[in-house]
């Protein structure tokens, strides 16, 4: 089935650096991948999402990009600010193999501590 | 506009009891996923509602089980407790087959 592999599992900047954090999936039919904040106790928060036909968006300090070839996406920060730590999540649609396309699977996660 | 509520906020079973956690999706939305999340882990999927009929499920045994409702609620039933399902539970909704999704604040179910 469907693996999302996500790196690295931890990352600390110092405030105003920038913060990439990348996944690699391996279903080729995955087309939808989003990404989520998790703070300590909350729910998690979709920050942003790309879709396979699309290389790259963004969102204000925030953006993601896609390399459908390679089934790899990343997540850049730019200006990073304290409020900003978080466990961030990535996650790519369910293909084939009778999932449905609202399956998403998740990958372990990445703990970014940005440093005053 | 109204956002995903679960209840309860926690839960404690004993191994071998059953246990039913609530989902209400946001205003507007028509299909609730849910997802397991162990301790340190990304969320799992369980499986996804749309229509009131099962549309997915991930690698969960039998013994979890869903409903949703006219209203576009959700419950998610686990029987014979395992220690192994201690989690926090969440649930999605979302419109439509769900691909974006956006989730409620969880049920954490410890199981002792």
Do not use: M
């Not at chain 1, 900047?13 to 391996?26: F, L, P, R, W």
């Not at chain 1, 953006?63 to 089934?71: E, F, G, H, I, Q």
């Not at chain 1, 609202?102 to 970014?112: R, V």
């Amino acid at each position: 089935g469907e693996n999302v592999e996500q790196h690295p599992s931890t990352l600390s900047v110092q405030e105003g650096d920038s913060a990439v954090i990348k996944c690699t999936y391996s279903d080729s039919a995955s087309n939808y991948f989003p990404w989520y904040k998790q703070e300590l106790g909350k729910r998690p928060q979709l920050i942003i999402d790309i879709r396979s036909n699309v290389g790259e968006k963004k969102d204000q300090r925030i953006a993601v990009t896609l390399n459908k070839t390679a089934k790899h996406f990343s997540l850049h920060i730019t200006e990073t600010q304290p409020e900003d730590s978080a466990v961030y999540f990535c996650a790519a649609s369910g293909g084939g193999n009778g999932g449905s396309q609202g399956n998403l699977i998740f990958g372990k996660g990445t703990k970014l501590s940005v440093k005053p | 506009e109204t956002g995903v509520t679960q209840s309860p906020t926690h839960l404690i079973k004993t191994r071998g009891q059953q246990v039913t956690l609530r989902c209400s999706s946001q205003s507007g939305h028509n299909t609730v996923s849910w997802y397991q999340q162990a301790l340190g882990q990304g969320p799992q999927f369980i499986f996804q509602y749309y229509r009131e009929e099962e549309n997915g499920r991930g690698n969960f045994p039998p013994r979890f089980s869903g409903l949703q409702f006219p209203n576009y609620s959700s419950e998610l039933n686990v029987n014979a407790l395992e220690l192994d399902d201690s989690a926090l539970y969440l649930c999605a909704s979302s419109w439509g087959e769900g691909l974006e999704q956006f989730f409620g604040p969880g049920t954490r179910l410890t199981v002792l």
